[in-house]
């Protein structure tokens, strides 16, 4: 199920499913750890029963207020005669998640209501050890383990404190949770448990006839008791709501850079753009890392989950957020890698937000011999990423700082691991991790890299290694051309895949040739990237109404349709936003731009209503599938929409130039006319 309003600062990070549950608790990290064992419920007594927000008679919109990561939340009870305006924020500035709640009375009579706020939280990410308690001293509700406190309170009409609260078990013995005690309206006031555990409390409001009433609700996170304390006082004397116009004036400023002209771009695209703008900046961490997705609930299909830090993923999302003029994410990245990637000059798989190496799947022996578990496009791109972050902000110390690390030493083991006589990289696994071979996309990455490589090296005038990095990407492209270019078919081939001790032609028609122009390995414009563009969009578009490319011919990763003929895949956002990028790339005129932006707008058409992006999507009904949001969904949109107007104002600007330079041709060859 996706996650319809993800909201954070950073270091904590709180996602709500389509049933405005809070499915996702992460703290100090995004992505890890995830603290919530199970859906927070949220409930409303009145006329002697409990509706639960998730169930069918409330009518609900899930949104943010405009241009920040504050949400705006509306449900809707017509039998209950209860509306409900909720708006949730994490404090920009510190580790506390506010909720304000602005309940209406539809009746004419006045009524007495209690709102119930369940929390199943199991810190560290597993129920063994917690304790809940309800701590006198503050008036809240306490869960603690170790080096995780997790403080809930709340406030009515300006009185802070929780008057009603249980704490129970929860997931274990046949305990359901807290939350079943409270649907006799009234909770059972346990003071404490120990274990597998999990709290509910209750916030009592009046309402007159036809009138409001505001209920303020925060829960606070740290690694002791002192400091939940610390934040709950903070709350308290600043007010809740202060805390969400704060963060929301915040995150507004952050995404309205004052020299941004989005001008050229229609409302409902800038405002898809500001918001793939702060959804990107909730999934990354303060720390560095740039993660993928973080939708646990991808995990019980797979037994595991997208909150990792991916190198490729990181470098085309910084790539994306650094067009955008936010070069703070990028420098935090690039000094993450710098830590993580190995003295030999590599990156492994991927890594968890704290640095920590993340679970692998691609060996380290085949056939009884050792061998690298790696894809090399992710070592090669984040050199791709560092040249063009220093293009744009020349930030010298930067670069000087990670020169040998994150330059030398992975552009000498990129010439290293070649064949001696293709002068191919040598096999390491796809971009989509499926296979091992020697692939279009990773040749071109690390062509890429190393041409890279060869312009920073000039930077410092090492000129000894510029021509040494800049030839062995020559000879990257021309193998690229003499390997893997199917002359018959006029396209690239996916690549060489490893079968047994032999290379196999793989002919697979793979969306991930797109690489070819966007790294610059050849001309958009070229017959090689045009044949291999138009075998894309020609075998790869799901001949659906929902349309969209797929990854490549037969895609099984959650397959929806045997149909593969007309689906050879579930559409993924990104690859048809790559057709985007090779219309803006070539184009000469304003009207070739306009289908780039029709396939943003289709993009756009298959986001949740919180323009939340997915991943992938069904064929058929285009509902989201896999994991929502899709880090690299929401770059794709940034970088598509940064290129379409720079090629925009490129093209006027061309434009008035060629019409001036023939005004003064005609005037030239024209004297008397001109008199």
């Known amino acids: 199920m996706p996650r319809d309003l993800p909201i954070g600062n950073g270091s904590f990070l709180v996602a709500f499913d389509s049933h405005y549950r809070l499915a996702d608790f992460y703290f100090p990290h995004v992505g890890m750890e995830n603290h ?67 309940v209406r009375n539809a009746r004419d009579e006045a009524r007495d209501i ?56 929860s997931g274990i013995a046949g305990a359901e949770g807290t939350w079943r005690d409270a649907e006799d309206g009234t909770l059972s006031m346990s003071p404490i448990a120990q274990g597998a555990v999990d709290s509910t409390i209750g916030i009592s409001v009046h309402l007159e006839p036809q009138s409001n009433a ?32 704060r963060t929301a004036s915040y995150w507004y400023t952050w995404v309205h850079k004052p020299v941004d002209d989005l001008s050229d771009l229609p409302d409902e695209i800038v405002n898809l753009y500001r918001r793939s703008l702060l959804i990107i900046r909730t999934q990354c961490d303060n720390g560095g890392a740039v993660l993928a997705a973080n939708d646990s609930d991808i995990q019980w299909g797979h037994n595991d989950h997208y909150s990792y830090m991916w190198g490729r993923d990181g470098a085309f999302v910084c790539d994306a957020v650094d067009r955008s003029g936010f070069p703070e994410i990028t420098r935090r990245f690039i000094h993450f890698v710098h830590e993580v990637i190995k003295d030999e000059g590599y990156l492994l798989h991927k890594y968890n937000p704290d640095g920590t190496l993340a679970p692998l799947w691609h060996p380290w022996i085949r056939d009884g011999k050792p061998q690298l578990p790696i894809q090399e496009d992710e070592t090669a791109l984040i050199l791709w990423l560092l040249r063009r972050h220093y293009e744009r902000t020349r930030d010298l110390e930067l670069l000087r700082s990670v020169y040998q690390r994150l330059v030398v030493q992975p552009a000498e083991f990129m010439i290293h691991f070649r064949d001696a006589e293709t002068h191919l990289p040598l096999p390491s696994f796809d971009m989509w991790e499926e296979r091992q071979g020697v692939f279009t996309f990773t040749c071109a990455a690390v062509c890429a890299g190393l041409n890279a490589a060869a312009e920073i090296a000039n930077v410092f005038n090492d000129q000894e290694r510029r021509t040494l990095y800049a030839a062995a990407a020559d000879e990257v492209r021309e193998a690229m051309v003499r390997h893997l270019w199917l002359e018959e078919e006029r396209r690239f081939a996916r690549g060489l895949v490893v079968r047994g001790d032999d290379l196999e032609l793989d002919k697979t028609i793979d969306a991930s040739a797109f690489a070819t122009f966007y790294l610059d390995v050849f001309p958009a414009e070229s017959a090689l990237v045009g044949g291999t563009m138009e075998a894309i969009r020609e075998h790869l578009w799901v ?87 899709m880090t690299w969904s929401h770059a794709q949109v940034v970088s598509v929409l940064r290129g379409y107007i720079d090629r925009l104002r490129k093209i006027r600007r061309i434009d008035v130039e060629t019409r001036s330079r023939n005004q003064s041709e005609i005037e030239r060859e024209n004297p008397v006319d001109n008199q």
């Open 214 to 245: 505001t209920v303020l609700y925060w829960i606070c996170a740290g690694r002791n008791y002192e400091e939940v304390r610390e934040l709950d006082r903070a709350v308290r004397e600043e007010g809740a709501s202060r805390v969400l116009a």
């Open 114 to 169: 209690k709102l119930f706020l369940h929390h199943d939280l199991s810190l560290y990410g597993h129920a063994i050890g917690d304790t809940a308690m309800f701590d006198p001293a503050s008036r809240s509700v306490i869960h603690y383990k170790a080096a995780r406190y997790v403080l809930i309170n709340g406030a009515v009409e300006g009185e802070a404190g929780i008057a009603e609260y249980t704490c129970g078990r």
């Open 543 to 629: 001949q659906t109404e929902v349309g969209g490319v797929a990854r490549y011919q037969g895609d099984a990763y959650h397959r929806i349709s045997e149909e593969t003929s007309r689906v050879p895949g579930n559409p993924w956002l990104i690859c048809t936003l790559w057709l985007a990028e090779h219309t803006i790339a070539r184009a000469t005129s304003v009207a070739e731009l306009q289908s780039a932006l029709d396939l943003v707008r289709w993009a756009r058409s298959k986001a949740l209503p919180s323009l939340v992006l997915p991943e992938q999507i069904d064929p058929y009904d285009g509902s989201p599938l896999s994991v929502a949001p």
């Open 36 to 102: 919530a064992a199970a859906r927070f419920r949220f409930g409303v007594w009145s006329d002697g029963a409990l509706r639960w927000i998730e169930d069918a008679q409330w009518k609900k919109t899930l949104s943010y207020l405009r241009d920040t990561l504050v949400t705006d939340v509306v449900c809707e009870n017509e039998e209950a005669g209860l509306r409900l305006n909720c708006y949730d924020a994490v404090d920009a500035d510190a580790n506390v998640y506010v909720r304000k709640i602005v």
